[in-house]
């Protein structure tokens, strides 16, 4: 696979990005592509592993290592640097229903996972797999496939992100009529509204929604299962049903001054941001604008570096973003050896441009929020924090220790918090009275059926937060039981058969 030599002579290049402070200045993409040349001199990196641990497709230590969706990367990245260019799309297709999602947003576990990892920079897997498929797209290769047969069965997708399009797409080929039902005004799920638009443009998303359109797929929007249409309407009007609802019950602060007037949720925040884009009509509440003011995001993740690129765009005038644990090694911890994910330090494209804007990294680590003040209006005007130690007791078990002395204000008018998610919203899985654990829908991985006859789940929904390949590894894989179940026999791809 790839050239014999090619990670021993080639360098590892990364997709060129806009300058950060030109980029904040709009809401466009911040991230290029390669050009043709420079895809294929980083495929010809590949090189001949015998086993190759990119596409493993499992968790270590917690965290995804490898391919979830077990892209046939070696082959592709060997097509690329061939220039047999259709017949990568091809191969990335036949296990990926989304690349152009994946190849924008996905943390890329499989880069981690590359043997060329062990001592050298990784392959540039996502970059190369956004390549293929924006080309695809460019060269006109990607077009509606109609399905010649139809069954007559009919299922319903409730939710309409990553989990809920892959199922209804490996459905809607199999035959079955497939209608998703989406509570928003788009389709798209966190796609459309909890990423924004400079990390992946919301027209690529309404592409692949037109797409799987013109493909037969319904779509009905502003529609929440249990609340606009019963279980009971849609158990008589389908042969069955799967629940792909996500993650979305926010992981809450309950300090003092929590119901503060500027202490939002970020997901709150980052959707009416990109709600206010889309529609220039829509009025953004001034408590969900950064412009002018003192930005405190709480939490470390994807969701808290999205809400400091999009409070720069608006214009915050200072920003500071809390971590609950230390800095991370710059290198792999002794315990932390490859394939596992690394757990590294890194600058990610937020960090970067608010690095640019502000002159500093703008991360606090260790540290956690007592309280909130606000003024006799109720509106939020500080924040007080301690720092924390991380220590260990005798039986290996990691706690946090406050550190006396390290109390400290921070003036603030918006915080946001994006410390993760409990699990599933209420409303759909009560309305089915399908059975939960921990907030997660109850259903075995590779069974995907709920305790209720003909309802099965996917995605976060069932495993709880987690990334966009592993939401679409679940619906291709519910798509498969649900077809068997319907039909006995089944010839859509699983993870047994691929």
């Given at each position: 696979?790839?050239k014999?030599?090619?990670?021993?002579?080639?360098?590892?290049?990364?997709?060129?990005?806009?300058?950060?402070?030109?980029?904040?200045?709009?809401?466009?993409?911040?991230?290029?592509?390669?050009?043709d040349?420079?895809?294929?001199?980083?495929?010809?990196?590949?090189?001949?592993?015998?086993?190759?641990?990119?596409?493993?497709?499992?968790?270590i230590?917690?965290?995804?290592?490898?391919?979830?969706?077990?892209?046939?990367?070696?082959?592709?990245n060997?097509?690329?640097?061939?220039?047999?260019?259709?017949?990568?799309?091809?191969?990335?297709?036949?296990?990926?229903?989304?690349?152009?999602?994946?190849?924008?947003?996905?943390?890329?576990?499989?880069?981690?996972?590359c043997?060329?990892?062990?001592?050298?920079?990784?392959?540039?897997?996502?970059?190369?797999?956004?390549?293929?498929?924006?080309?695809?797209?460019?060269?006109?290769w990607?077009?509606?496939?109609?399905?010649?047969?139809?069954t007559?069965?009919?299922?319903?997708?409730?939710?309409?992100?990553?989990?809920?399009?892959?199922?209804?797409?490996?459905?809607?080929?199999?035959?079955?009529?497939?209608?998703?039902?989406e509570?928003?005004?788009?389709?798209?799920?966190?796609?459309?509204?909890?990423?924004?638009?400079?990390?992946?443009?919301?027209?690529?998303?309404?592409?692949?929604?037109?797409?799987l359109?013109?493909?037969?797929?319904h779509?009905v929007?502003?529609?929440?299962?249990?609340?606009?249409?019963?279980?009971?309407?849609?158990?008589?009007?389908?042969?069955?049903?799967?629940?792909?609802?996500?993650?979305?019950?926010?992981?809450?602060?309950?300090?003092?001054?929590?119901?503060?007037?500027?202490?939002?949720?970020?997901?709150?925040?980052?959707?009416?941001?990109?709600?206010?884009?889309?529609?220039?009509?829509?009025?953004?509440?001034?408590?969900?604008?950064?412009?002018?003011?003192?930005?405190i995001?709480?939490?470390?993740?994807?969701?808290?570096?999205?809400c400091?690129?999009?409070?720069?765009r608006?214009?915050?005038?200072?920003?500071?973003?809390?971590g609950k644990?230390?800095?991370?090694?710059?290198?792999?911890?002794?315990?932390?050896q490859?394939?596992?994910?690394?757990?590294?330090?890194?600058?990610?494209?937020?960090?970067?441009?608010a690095?640019?804007?502000?002159?500093?990294?703008?991360?606090?680590?260790?540290?956690?929020?007592?309280?909130?003040?606000?003024?006799?209006?109720?509106?939020?005007?500080?924040l007080?924090?301690?720092q924390?130690?991380?220590?260990q007791?005798?039986?290996?078990?990691?706690?946090f220790?406050?550190?006396?002395?390290?109390?400290?204000?921070?003036?603030?008018?918006?915080?946001?918090?994006?410390?993760g998610?409990?699990?599933?919203?209420?409303?759909a899985?009560?309305?089915f009275?399908?059975?939960?654990?921990?907030?997660r829908?109850?259903?075995?991985y590779?069974?995907?059926?709920?305790?209720?006859?003909n309802?099965?789940?996917?995605?976060?929904?069932?495993r709880?937060?987690?990334?966009?390949?592993?939401a679409i590894?679940?619906?291709r894989?519910?798509?498969?039981?649900?077809?068997?179940?319907?039909?006995g026999?089944?010839?859509?791809p699983?993870?047994?058969?691929?």
């Amino acid at each position: 696979m790839g050239k014999a030599t090619g990670f021993m002579e080639i360098k590892r290049k990364k997709a060129t990005e806009r300058d950060p402070l030109e980029r904040i200045k709009d809401w466009k993409e911040y991230a290029g592509t390669f050009s043709d040349d420079a895809a294929s001199q980083q495929g010809a990196r590949c090189m001949d592993c015998s086993i190759p641990f990119c596409h493993i497709g499992m968790e270590i230590e917690g965290a995804a290592s490898g391919c979830p969706v077990y892209n046939l990367i070696p082959e592709w990245n060997d097509l690329v640097y061939k220039g047999r260019w259709r017949e990568a799309l091809d191969r990335l297709m036949k296990t990926n229903n989304f690349p152009e999602f994946t190849g924008r947003v996905c943390p890329a576990p499989c880069e981690g996972s590359c043997t060329v990892a062990i001592n050298d920079p990784a392959v540039s897997i996502k970059n190369i797999e956004q390549k293929i498929i924006d080309k695809g797209f460019e060269e006109g290769w990607i077009e509606p496939r109609i399905p010649e047969v139809r069954t007559g069965k009919k299922i319903a997708v409730i939710g309409s992100g990553p989990a809920g399009l892959a199922a209804a797409d490996q459905l809607n080929q199999a035959g079955h009529e497939v209608t998703i039902y989406e509570r928003a005004d788009r389709a798209g799920g966190l796609l459309i509204y909890g990423i924004p638009n400079m990390k992946l443009d919301k027209g690529v998303v309404e592409r692949r929604i037109q797409l799987l359109r013109q493909e037969g797929i319904h779509f009905v929007l502003n529609t929440e299962v249990g609340k606009d249409i019963s279980a009971e309407d849609m158990k008589a009007s389908f042969d069955s049903v799967i629940i792909c609802t996500g993650a979305q019950k926010h992981r809450d602060l309950p300090l003092e001054g929590r119901d503060g007037k500027g202490v939002r949720f970020a997901m709150d925040y980052l959707t009416r941001s990109t709600k206010k884009l889309l529609d220039a009509d829509i009025e953004l509440e001034e408590e969900l604008n950064a412009e002018g003011k003192d930005v405190i995001v709480i939490g470390g993740g994807d969701t808290g570096a999205d809400c400091i690129a999009t409070a720069l765009r608006q214009g915050a005038k200072s920003i500071v973003q809390f971590g609950k644990h230390p800095q991370l090694p710059v290198r792999r911890a002794d315990s932390n050896q490859w394939p596992a994910y690394p757990q590294v330090f890194s600058l990610e494209y937020a960090h970067k441009e608010a690095k640019e804007k502000f002159r500093k990294d703008i991360r606090e680590y260790s540290i956690q929020t007592q309280k909130f003040v606000t003024d006799a209006q109720g509106n939020l005007k500080e924040l007080h924090t301690i720092q924390m130690e991380k220590k260990q007791d005798e039986n290996g078990v990691f706690f946090f220790e406050e550190i006396p002395g390290t109390e400290k204000v921070w003036p603030a008018q918006l915080v946001l918090i994006a410390i993760g998610f409990e699990g599933a919203e209420e409303t759909a899985v009560k309305a089915f009275g399908v059975k939960t654990m921990r907030n997660r829908v109850l259903a075995a991985y590779g069974k995907f059926l709920t305790t209720e006859e003909n309802v099965f789940t996917a995605g976060d929904a069932r495993r709880g937060q987690s990334l966009i390949v592993w939401a679409i590894n679940e619906g291709r894989e519910a798509a498969y039981q649900v077809d068997e179940y319907l039909m006995g026999t089944t010839s859509l791809p699983t993870v047994a058969n691929m």
